[in-house]
């Protein structure tokens, strides 16, 4: 039985130190596919953060 309410949520990481390697575009291409491949009913939170300011 699948329950909504009692689903961890799960955390996907794209990091590398080099900048222009894609990662923000991964990121937000990844989360689309995996709401899509649920067909609407999971939800994505897409968190960037550049260390290099």
Same mark, same amino acid.
């Given at each position: 039985?699948?329950?909504?309410?009692?689903?961890?949520?799960?955390?996907? #990481? /794209?990091?590398?130190?080099?900048? *222009?390697?894609?990662?923000?575009?991964? !990121?937000?291409?990844?989360?689309? #596919? /995996?709401?899509?491949?649920?067909? *609407?009913?999971?939800?994505?939170?897409? !968190?960037?953060?550049?260390?290099?300011?």
């Amino acid at each position: 039985m699948n329950d909504k309410k009692n689903r961890e949520p799960m955390v996907i #990481a /794209l990091a590398t130190g080099k900048g *222009g390697s894609m990662k923000t575009t991964s !990121a937000v291409f990844l989360a689309c #596919a /995996l709401v899509d491949q649920s067909r *609407g009913e999971q939800r994505a939170l897409v !968190a960037d953060a550049d260390v290099q300011g």
